[in-house]
């Protein structure tokens, strides 16, 4: 059943991932670490913090107030993201940046780079090639898209933006990135998919609902 969203809610929901694909609009490509631009690839980072429990939050209320199996899964699922891609996001960003540039201010930068290379390539926190927490959070972030999809589209919801909903949810998959095009394209996608179901949601729960006509006596 549907309820009417709260103005924090919309904006939760719609301005967390929002915010957080701009901010990725800036997120270095790290081709090389120890040239990495630090004060542009640190601050995306410690945005990033708070923007992912954020998103998976905001997403998580995209379904407040509904029943059924959908809307549980996407409750669980974007709770796994969130601490997933947090985990992963504050060992190989924050942590890979903090020594990166501890090693660019040292007299020997090459003495740094095993514990570097610990962390970058740690196979469940690192950066690359293929971090187990960044593989299993984009996967429940794509999960919880899809259960939150169902749900809406059981309440009436048009197929655009329940599809838009889903489609979004793959790029961090699909380009093996958060940076550009990766995270962009899917919160930037996710966000616009759900003001529109916002949008939806609020023209039919204040639409008038049919009153049966009554016989004269």
Same mark, same amino acid.
């Given at each position: ?125 690192? =950066?690359?090639? !293929?971090?187990?927490? &960044?593989? %299993? ?8 898209? *899809?259960?939150? @999809? +169902? ?36 919160? =930037?996608?996710? !966000?616009?998919?759900? &003001?529109? %179901? ?8 204040? *639409?008038?609902? @049919? +009153? ?6």
């Amino acid at each position: 059943m549907d309820v009417q969203p709260e103005l924090w809610e919309i904006a939760l929901s719609v301005g967390a991932p929002f915010v957080l694909a701009i901010v990725e609009l800036f997120h270095p490509h790290p081709h090389d670490l120890m040239k990495l631009d630090l004060n542009a690839w640190l601050f995306v980072h410690y945005a990033q913090i708070l923007l992912f429990p954020l998103s998976a939050l905001g997403f998580t209320i995209l379904v407040r107030g509904r029943a059924g199996i959908a809307a549980i899964i996407c409750r669980i699922a974007m709770f796994v993201f969130g601490v997933l891609y947090l985990a992963f996001d504050t060992a190989a960003g924050l942590v890979t940046g903090i020594l990166v540039k501890a090693a660019q201010s040292s007299s020997a930068p090459n003495a740094w780079q095993p514990a570097i290379d610990a962390v970058w390539k740690h196979p469940i926190l690192g =950066g690359a090639p !293929a971090p187990l927490f &960044a593989i %299993l959070g984009s996967v429940a972030l794509t999960i919880g898209a *899809a259960a939150a @999809a +169902v749900s809406f589209k059981r309440t009436g919801s048009s197929w655009i933006p329940v599809l838009l909903l889903v489609l979004s949810s793959f790029g961090i998959a699909v380009f093996k990135t958060h940076a550009w095009p990766g995270g962009p394209l899917t919160f =930037g996608g996710m !966000a616009l998919a759900t &003001a529109w %179901l916002q949008w939806e949601r609020i023209a039919r729960v204040s *639409a008038p609902q @049919a +009153v049966p006509a009554t016989l004269e006596s």
